[in-house]
């Protein structure tokens, strides 16, 4: 066989395994029957390693000069099996996993997958190829592999892991957004002495002297006395959110701590699963009342933030009622935002009849 018709076998060969691999990852579009045994995912690890031995192999047979076509082409099948058996493992880990978790754990799969078949198109590719850094590039793209392969190890294995981290993910977005105004508040306020809200913004989030680069102009300086005094509302607002997310992500650390039997109940991770999607809605409206503190401030589209905000802490409430644990410091957390979502309504309030009757002069 040509050097240019041994390159077409091993594509077509190439083609068939990556159409059945391809197939064989859909049944990680959902969770597995809850019927099955669990794959613990320690297992998921060991065979990653595996993942890792064979990209190791591929770097070496591949990126060798003029390698036999019958080896490289049972190293192709060698290594989709172990592919295939890693998929099927991933996959029966999902036993009982809420969509967090689900999610979780295919994109860790897909990372293999995706570097693994990244590897082999480029080896099949660079074969024969007279391209010295073409086939440079096969030990760069095995090293790809193992990094997702020992990236596996730090994949969420429970529901309750799955769920902190995606709402560490929405205290950052929030304390983004308390940053930025704390940084408004001090631009405006340089050099007077207000230390009560403004300080709520300081001590939850730092500025960096990249930060400090930025304009007084680029932070919209011109807020009236009016405008800035519901800056400070919200910057109140913004940091009372910003604790409940963080007590909320204690609380559920707490009960991963309990081992108690609750925690893998389907009622329980519904539980998880909704707070999660109640904090990200919060994120997505303390986005939208950091947007609005800009001038001109939206007054009535404040209103329905804070209004949607009153809603989601009660919604909140309901479902830390209904685990397991101790939420009286989420409680107590909950408290403190309605006060602030209240202080910021009656502020709103005051502020909307002043509009009101500028528009009648």
Same mark, same amino acid.
């Given at each position: 066989?040509?050097?240019?018709?041994?390159?077409?076998?091993?594509?077509?060969?190439?083609?068939?395994?990556?159409?059945?691999?391809?197939?064989?990852?859909?049944?990680?579009?959902?969770?597995?029957?809850?019927?099955?045994?669990?794959?613990?995912?320690?297992?998921?690890?060991?065979?990653?390693?595996?993942?890792?031995?064979?990209?190791?192999?591929?770097?070496? &047979?591949?990126?060798?000069?003029?390698?036999?076509?019958?080896?490289?082409?049972?190293?192709? =099948?060698?290594?989709?099996?172990?592919?295939?058996?890693?998929?099927?493992?991933?996959? =029966?880990?999902?036993?009982?996993?809420?969509?967090?978790?689900?999610?979780?754990?295919?994109?860790?799969? $897909?990372?293999?997958?995706?570097?693994?078949?990244?590897?082999?198109?480029?080896?099949?590719?660079?074969?024969?190829?007279?391209?010295?850094?073409?086939?440079?590039?096969?030990?760069?793209?095995?090293?790809?592999?193992?990094?997702?392969?020992?990236?596996?190890?730090?994949?969420?294995?429970?529901?309750?892991?799955?769920?902190?981290?995606?709402?560490?993910?929405?205290?950052?977005?929030?304390?983004?957004?308390?940053?930025?105004?704390?940084?408004? $508040?001090?631009? $405006?306020?340089?050099?007077?002495?207000?230390?009560?809200?403004?300080?709520?913004?300081?001590?939850?989030?730092?500025?960096?002297?990249?930060?400090?680069? &930025?304009?007084?102009?680029?932070?919209?300086?011109?807020?009236?006395?009016?405008?800035?005094?519901?800056?400070?509302?919200?910057?109140?607002?913004?940091?009372?959110?910003?604790?409940?997310?963080?007590?909320?992500?204690?609380?559920?650390?707490?009960?991963?701590?309990?081992?108690?039997?609750?925690?893998?109940?389907?009622?329980?991770?519904?539980?998880?699963?909704?707070?999660?999607?109640?904090?990200?809605?919060?994120?997505?409206?303390?986005?939208?009342?950091?947007?609005?503190?800009?001038?001109?401030?939206?007054?009535?589209?404040?209103?329905?933030?804070?209004?949607?905000?009153?809603?989601?802490?009660?919604?909140?409430?309901?479902?830390?009622?209904?685990?397991?644990?101790?939420?009286? =410091?989420?409680?107590?957390?909950? $408290?403190?935002?309605?006060?602030?979502?209240?202080?910021?309504?009656? =502020?709103?309030?005051?502020?909307?009849?002043?509009?009101?009757?500028? &528009?009648?002069?």
């Amino acid at each position: 066989m040509s050097r240019k018709g041994s390159r077409a076998h091993l594509s077509r060969v190439l083609d068939g395994h990556v159409r059945s691999i391809q197939e064989s990852f859909q049944m990680l579009e959902s969770p597995a029957d809850t019927c099955l045994d669990k794959v613990d995912w320690s297992e998921v690890t060991k065979l990653g390693d595996e993942v890792s031995k064979q990209a190791t192999i591929a770097g070496m &047979l591949w990126g060798g000069e003029a390698p036999d076509v019958k080896a490289l082409e049972e190293n192709l =099948g060698a290594y989709f099996n172990i592919l295939h058996g890693f998929v099927l493992l991933c996959h =029966g880990s999902t036993v009982g996993a809420g969509p967090t978790l689900q999610a979780n754990i295919k994109t860790s799969a $897909k990372l293999v997958v995706d570097c693994s078949l990244a590897l082999l198109r480029e080896a099949v590719s660079s074969y024969e190829s007279r391209n010295h850094e073409k086939r440079l590039s096969i030990p760069q793209l095995s090293g790809t592999v193992w990094e997702a392969c020992a990236a596996l190890k730090k994949t969420p294995t429970t529901n309750c892991t799955a769920v902190g981290r995606a709402m560490t993910q929405v205290a950052v977005s929030v304390k983004d957004v308390l940053r930025e105004m704390g940084e408004l $508040k001090e631009l $405006k306020c340089a050099g007077s002495d207000d230390s009560g809200v403004s300080g709520k913004a300081s001590e939850s989030t730092s500025l960096s002297d990249e930060d400090s680069d &930025l304009t007084e102009a680029d932070f919209g300086s011109d807020l009236s006395s009016e405008e800035m005094a519901i800056a400070q509302l919200i910057i109140s607002v913004v940091s009372d959110t910003l604790t409940v997310i963080k007590e909320l992500i204690r609380f559920i650390s707490g009960l991963l701590k309990s081992f108690s039997l609750k925690i893998n109940t389907k009622e329980f991770t519904d539980s998880l699963e909704k707070l999660l999607n109640y904090c990200q809605e919060m994120s997505f409206e303390v986005n939208e009342l950091g947007a609005c503190v800009y001038p001109p401030q939206e007054v009535c589209q404040m209103k329905l933030n804070a209004d949607k905000m009153y809603s989601l802490v009660d919604k909140m409430h309901i479902e830390v009622n209904s685990l397991e644990g101790s939420p009286d =410091g989420v409680f107590a957390t909950f $408290k403190q935002l309605e006060s602030a979502l209240g202080n910021l309504q009656h =502020g709103l309030g005051d502020n909307l009849e002043n509009e009101m009757e500028k &528009l009648k002069m």
